[in-house]
Each structure stands twice: as structure tokens, then as C-alpha cells.
């Protein structure tokens, strides 16, 4: 898939990222959105989907997945290539000063110019301790489609939100439903964690996996209670492994760019120190920086702006007023 | 400087913040738990697994907390004894490993 040419490429689908392709759309840029989850939505996303967060200008309190939702439709108005679940890996540089940008999937796109709204890094799911050896054949980090647990023993492993989400989620199509947690108290919202205990789904805490067993695809698993030291056997033809995620920027400290503590030194523009690469969001750094989801939503359209004009420099920095379309 | 581990983590280290933490910026002294301040991203996910209730926020900073912020501090940014440097910002609690000593406060408790 080489050979495909951008305007602008915005690194992270956070809330900044998705802001940032809202507004090269805008622009009238040609767009793609990389981001190393499956989902959009960054920290509000994978961290705390359920919290209300009332900081946002113009909305008194919006819960994290709505502000997402919101975030997406208005990006996809310009309808921006989406190349999720893979990661921004390395650029080189090109004769005519574009920048080739290569992901872990293999997938190379030439571009003008890159945003990195690249947050705390690339979030990767925790991984289970045990049974890796059934990753993709049974054992999974996230739930994409439900259909594809119709009918199935699931069992499903952790005590956040997207765990008890999850296995809410998977009731009505799934066979059976198991949730176990390593400890008694749930992180998740309360209501749900209720709403879970209402439900058809058997929890166990303080429970982890023990082992994973089967042939080509996971069969059984062995249960220990962490309290009892007892072990249980169960049926389980699907595990869903919600233990969280870890979060590094990886790749982007090899590409030359100015990092200070984990963060992208930056200047008024946005610009970092490498030409063409902008920044913005919580990955940024400047005398005065505040990490909050409206100074990235502004930092975004400064990267964008600038960006615009850097590769057509007769342009106006100024984009106009949106209120101006009809 | 937002999540601090405070004297009740002395000598327990249960660590199942270590496993809650999504920048791996908690780090593990001789007696007890750090967190670094400038690695930490103000999640709270740790603070909700603590069995001890030995982490704190300094939003708002309560008195009997003020050393335990300042320890945590100095056992990033002063010189640990067997060091020559201040640890700093190590990128990573997991790649550092143990570290044998603690900041004064905790050392002298
Ligand atoms: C518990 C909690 C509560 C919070 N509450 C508030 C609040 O009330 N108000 C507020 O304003 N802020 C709040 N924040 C902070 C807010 O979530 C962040 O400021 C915001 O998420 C920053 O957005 P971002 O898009 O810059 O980065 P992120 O949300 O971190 O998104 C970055 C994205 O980039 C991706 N990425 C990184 N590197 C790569 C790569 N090389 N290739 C592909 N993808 C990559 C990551 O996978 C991630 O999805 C809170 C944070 C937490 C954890």
C-alpha cells in the first residue's frame, strides 16, 4: 500500500488528534489519522471513558466517550483516511522535502507535513501473564465486533471500564459470560459495576488467570483465587484481557525531535525542531505548557494553521471564520 | 507535582500501584514507593488500588502530607546516598529496577 500521498498526517487519535483533523479538513488538507489503539479517543478513551469532564469550553459537562463521539463526527465531515491500530514508526526524508512516513503495519504514506498529537505515547494493552501463547486465537485485548462471540463461553479479564463495559456488552450474543478481577474493588463507574452484578455474568474476585489451555484456539481456563489459593476449572472459548494500558512514545524518540522528560519542545508555531513536524497536545513542551484537553484543542489549531502556510507559504494563516460556510 | 506516596507505604511496598500505572513513573525505594513528579500524568488510577491509602494528591496539599510530597520529590532530584547524580527522570520505573535507598524522610522514619 505505497505511495499514497497526504497533505497532512496527524499522529494520535486523542482528542487533540481528532480536533487537529477536524481542522486540516477545514483547510481543505488531505488527511490521514494514525493511532496505535483500534479506537479513537486517546487517554479519555482508554483511561476514562465514563468520567464528566466539565473543562471543555462551550460544554458544562460532557463524559469522556460522548466528547469522543462528538470529536469523531466532527473530523469524519471531511472524511480523513483512518489508519488505526497501527503506529507511526519512522520518517525519511524525500529529495523534494516531503517526508515518508512508515507504520508498524508496513503501510507508508508521503506527506507535506505530520502533527503529533501523540499524547503520552503509543497506548499498548497490558498484556495477560499467562496463555500469550492464544493471542488472536481466542485470546484478545480488545472487543472490535460482538458478533464474533456469538454463542461462545467468554471470559473476560480485569476491573475497569472497558472490562465491565465489555462484558455487559457481550451478554445478550455470548454463551456465557465470566468476569474476574484480581481484587475486590472495581475501578469502573459504579453504576455499571451495579449494573454487572444485576446481570446474568458470574464474578469472581480476587481472581486472576491461572493458566489457558486448548489446541488451535483457547478451550478451558484455570481460575486461582488469589485469597483462597483454590484453583477452578472453566469452559471459555473466548478471552477478553482488559488489564489496562502502558503508554511510551517509542518510536518518536528516534527521530531526531527535541524531548525533554517524554515531552516535544516546541516553539509559538508549533513547529518542533525537525521541519514539517509540528506538535500538539499533552505531547507538547513550552515555558508555560498546562496539559488539559482545551490547550491542546487550541495548540491543534496552531499546528494545522502554521502547517498549511508552511506548504503554501502565499496562503493566509488566518483560515477564516467557519461561520462563513455555508 | 500531582500524586505522592506518603510514610504509610514504609515497609509494606504491596506495589499494586506498579501494576495501575499507564507511564510505569512509580518507582521503588529501599522502604517504600515514589512517584515521579514529573513522569506522573495526574490519572489517580494508583491512588484507587492502594490498600494502605498511602497515596496522595497535593490538590489540595494537607499539612501532615507536606513532607511526604517533599520527600518524594528529593528522591528524584537530590543526590541518593551511593549515587553521584540525582535520578532524575529515568523515563520508566521498570527499566531502572530497585533502587537501593530512600529519600531522608523515609530513610530516618
Ligand atoms: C483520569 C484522567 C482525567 C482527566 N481529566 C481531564 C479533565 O477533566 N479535563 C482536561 O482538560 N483534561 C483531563 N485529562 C487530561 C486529558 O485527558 C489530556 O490532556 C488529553 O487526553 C490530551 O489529549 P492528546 O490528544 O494530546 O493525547 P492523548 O489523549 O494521550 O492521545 C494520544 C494518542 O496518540 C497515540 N499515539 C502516540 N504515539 C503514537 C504513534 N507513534 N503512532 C500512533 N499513535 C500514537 C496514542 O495511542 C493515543 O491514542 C485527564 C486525564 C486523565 C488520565
Redesign the interface.
Known amino acids: 500500500m505505497s505511495g499514497d500521498e497526504v497533505d497532512l498526517v496527524v499522529v494520535g487519535a486523542g482528542p487533540v488528534g481528532l480536533y487537529a483533523a477536524y481542522y486540516a479538513g477545514f483547510r481543505g488538507m488531505t488527511t490521514a489519522v494514525v493511532d496505535s489503539l483500534p479506537e479513537p479517543g486517546g487517554?479519555v478513551a482508554?483511561?476514562?471513558p465514563e468520567k464528566l469532564i466539565h473543562d471543555v469550553a462551550g460544554l458544562p459537562g460532557i463524559r469522556g466517550r460522548e466528547l469522543v463521539r462528538n470529536l469523531l463526527q466532527q473530523a469524519s465531515a471531511y472524511s480523513p483516511r483512518w489508519l488505526l491500530g497501527q503506529s507511526a514508526d519512522e520518517i525519511t526524508r524525500l529529495d523534494d522535502g516531503r517526508i515518508l512516513l512508515r507504520l508498524t503495519s508496513g503501510t507508508e504514506i508521503v506527506t507535506r507535513s505530520i502533527v503529533l498529537a501523540a499524547g503520552?505515547g503509543t497506548?499498548k494493552p497490558?498484556p495477560l501473564p499467562v496463555g500469550a501463547e492464544f493471542l488472536g486465537r481466542g485470546v484478545d485485548y480488545f472487543v472490535t465486533d460482538l458478533d464474533a462471540y456469538a454463542g461462545h463461553d467468554v471470559l473476560v479479564v480485569g476491573g475497569g471500564d472497558s472490562a465491565v463495559d465489555w462484558a455487559l456488552a457481550l451478554q445478550p450474543v455470548a454463551r456465557s459470560v465470566t468476569l474476574i478481577h484480581r481484587?475486590d474493588?472495581f475501578?469502573a463507574h459504579e453504576a455499571s459495576v451495579a449494573e454487572l452484578h444485576r446481570s446474568d455474568a458470574l464474578v469472581r474476585t480476587p481472581f486472576v488467570v491461572h493458566a489457558l489451555s486448548g489446541d488451535r484456539s483457547v478451550r478451558r481456563a484455570i481460575l486461582r483465587d488469589t485469597a483462597s489459593g483454590e484453583l477452578h476449572e472453566i469452559d471459555c472459548s473466548r478471552v477478553v484481557a482488559a488489564l489496562?494500558?502502558?503508554?511510551?512514545l517509542g518510536p518518536l524518540t528516534r527521530w531526531g525531535l527535541r524531548i525533554v522528560?517524554?515531552h516535544i519542545i516546541v516553539d509559538s508555531t508549533m513547529s518542533t525542531e525537525v521541519p514539517g513536524i509540528y506538535a500538539a497536545g499533552?505531547v507538547t513542551e513550552y515555558p508555560g505548557k498546562v496539559?488539559l484537553i482545551s490547550v491542546g484543542f487550541g495548540e491543534a489549531a496552531l499546528a494545522v494553521n502554521n502547517a498549511y502556510v508552511a506548504g503554501d507559504p502565499s496562503a493566509s494563516l488566518f483560515p477564516g471564520h467557519s461561520t462563513a460556510i455555508a | 507535582m500531582p500524586f505522592f506516596v506518603t510514610g504509610a507505604c514504609l515497609d509494606v511496598l504491596d506495589k499494586s500501584c506498579i501494576e495501575e500505572c499507564p507511564v510505569d513513573c512509580i518507582y521503588e525505594g529501599g522502604r517504600k514507593m515514589y512517584i515521579n513528579p514529573r513522569e506522573c500524568i495526574d490519572c489517580g488510577a494508583c491512588e484507587a488500588v492502594c490498600p494502605v491509602t498511602a497515596i496522595a494528591s497535593d490538590l489540595p496539599l494537607t499539612e501532615p502530607n507536606r513532607p511526604w510530597r517533599d520527600d518524594n520529590v528529593a528522591f528524584f532530584e537530590s543526590v541518593l546516598p551511593g549515587r553521584d547524580q540525582p535520578l532524575g527522570s529515568p523515563g520508566g520505573a521498570s527499566g531502572l529496577g530497585r533502587v537501593e535507598a530512600d529519600a531522608p524522610l523515609a530513610a530516618m522514619s
Open positions: 487517554q482508554a483511561l476514562y503520552i497506548f497490558r481484587r474493588r475501578t489496562g494500558f502502558t503508554a511510551d522528560d517524554r499533552d496539559r
